[in-house]
């Protein structure tokens, strides 16, 4: 089955410093990688995703990039903000399956300081 | 719409004893999933519904079990509750035209 790591496990970067994190993935066949944000007490939320078709996406403040050769995407965030502290997920599925079952990665706790 | 929404928001149950975590959609969505989150561990997948009468195991299935009679409802039962499934657990659901999943807010559960 896939198999999703996430770097770094947690991050503290100055606001309106820019915040990298990386997910490897290592199914070949997953076509689709969306990330979330979690905060504290709740539910996570899809915040960007990335089709295999694509090697970046940008909305705003927050981009994607994907690089299928490596098996590798990662979260960019510029201009950080208080409101963007967080955990965030990685997530890989393979689109088409009956089920789109995602994996995820173990979530990175960012830390935006004032 | 409410979106998603779960019941209890947390629960104390001791060793050996049953309950039952409810999750509602208000939204049509076919599919809906059931994860557990443990510190540091992401969310890991338990049982996954992709329409009303249709259910399959996930990653985690063991001690749990699903049923889907509708299309707004996919309750957990947790039978002989153990230590190992303390835990956040959350309902998600997602419609046919799209991958985006909607998560309801968790139910926190400590088994001891």
Redesign the interface.
């Known amino acids: 089955g896939e198999n999703v790591e996430q770097h770094p496990s947690t991050l503290s970067v100055q606001e309106g410093d820019s915040a990298v994190i990386k997910c490897t993935y290592s199914d070949s066949a997953s076509n689709y990688f969306p990330w979330y944000k979690q905060e504290l007490g709740k539910g996570p939320q899809l915040i960007i995703d990335i089709r295999s078709n694509v090697g970046e996406k940008k909305d705003q403040r927050i981009a994607v990039t994907l690089n299928k050769t490596a098996k590798h995407f990662s979260l960019h965030i510029t201009e950080t903000q208080p409101e963007d502290s967080a955990v965030y997920f990685c997530a890989a599925s393979a689109i088409g399956g009956s089920a789109r079952q995602l994996t995820f990665g173990s979530g990175t706790q960012l830390t935006v300081l004032p | 719409n409410a979106g ?1 929404t779960q019941t209890p928001k947390f629960r104390i149950l001791k060793i050996g004893q049953s309950m039952t975590l409810q999750c509602t959609q208000d939204m049509n969505h076919n ?1 809906m999933y059931w994860y557990r989150q443990d510190p ?6 338990i049982y ?1 519904s ?1 329409g009303a009468g249709i259910t ?1 195991k ?2 985690v299935p063991n001690g749990y079990n699903v049923s889907r009679s509708t299309t707004e409802d996919f309750p957990l039962r947790l039978e002989l509750a153990a230590p190992s499934q303390t835990s956040v657990y ?1 309902c ?1 659901s ?1 419609p046919p035209t799209d ?3 909607y ?4 139910t926190r559960l400590t088994v001891t």
């Open positions: 998603v599919y540091g561990m992401g969310l890991k997948l996954y992709v399959d996930g990653e959350f998600a997602s991958y985006e999943q998560f309801g807010p968790g």
